[in-house]
């Protein structure tokens, strides 16, 4: 009898339509707004950071999908950047590991009433990311040609980012696809160090390289930012796919309009 009790209380709160979980009960921890009243945006600001302190938490259909919060994960990324004769750089990264959005804090969380897209303010009072390159290129007009482990330290980021998104319905529930997620950044310090940047053909060399990279951190924060910006970018699209396909918008605005008055037409979700 508990094992069917089990299971009966696991479908009321899950639903399930063409393989993918979602609520159908809005949990205790999620408050709900209303757009159109005066305050919604700071209610929509403890909404949001309520729901991702479970996630950093663990929720386990996140986790199962994506992972956990912190640290998280990606597994390649390639890149390639000529804006400058500064500048040129062709990387391949992989096996990334990004720590610190287990600390997150959002500042602010606007939602556009037109077409139910976000900007939002997070802030990270450290973010790390390891992994491992391989790269060719000039950075700060220095020529590169290595792979090995890396790592880049940030402190005090600044994230404002911005995220589209289209509404959808499943099971009677309007839900937000996020499409796209762009973010600029703001950073109080920055530290790093690229193992074997020079294919190991001289220790001293890269020693020297990386002090200089550190010691002209923000002109090197310049060089790398599009790079880290695309990380970010991935990796944050992932995630709040994933967050946002399990719960539905009702749950966080609650008088949020269906597809059909939104755009004069149903939408599902196509996977």
């Known amino acids: 009898m508990l094992r069917v009790h089990i299971i009966g209380l696991l479908a009321f709160w899950l639903g399930q339509v063409e393989g993918l979980a979602y609520y159908t009960e809005k949990p205790s921890y999620l408050k709900s707004c209303r757009i159109n009243e005066p305050d919604f945006t700071n209610c929509s600001t403890r909404s949001i950071q309520g729901f991702l302190n479970e996630v950093i938490k663990g929720i386990p259909e996140i986790e199962k999908s994506f992972g ?46 037109t077409d139910f897209s976000w900007a939002d303010k997070i802030y990270l009072p450290h973010l790390r990311l390891d992994g491992n390159y391989k790269m060719y290129g000039r950075i700060l007009l220095v020529p590169l040609d290595g792979g090995g482990s890396l790592f880049i330290e940030i402190d005090d980021l600044d994230i404002e980012m911005d995220t589209k998104t289209r509404l959808y319905e499943k099971g009677g529930y309007t839900f937000f696809n996020v499409t796209e997620v762009h973010v600029k950044l703001q950073v109080g310090r920055l530290r790093a160090n690229m193992e074997n940047l020079f294919n190991g053909r001289n220790k001293e060399v890269e020693q020297r390289t990386n002090q200089f990279f550190n010691d002209n951190w923000q002109d090197f924060f310049e060089a790398m930012r599009p790079l880290i910006v695309e990380t970010l970018e991935r990796t944050l699209l992932d995630l709040l796919k994933k967050m946002f396909h399990l719960m539905p918008a009702n749950f966080f605005v609650e008088d949020i309009p269906n597809s059909l008055l939104l755009y004069g037409r149903k939408t599902r979700l196509i996977t």
């Open 68 to 113: 956990p919060i912190d640290p998280m994960k990606q597994d390649q990324l390639i890149f390639k950047q000529n804006d400058s004769d500064v500048n040129i750089i062709s990387a391949n990264l992989t096996n990334l590991v990004i720590r610190g959005f287990g600390k997150m804090v959002i500042k602010e969380s606007r939602v556009n009433k």
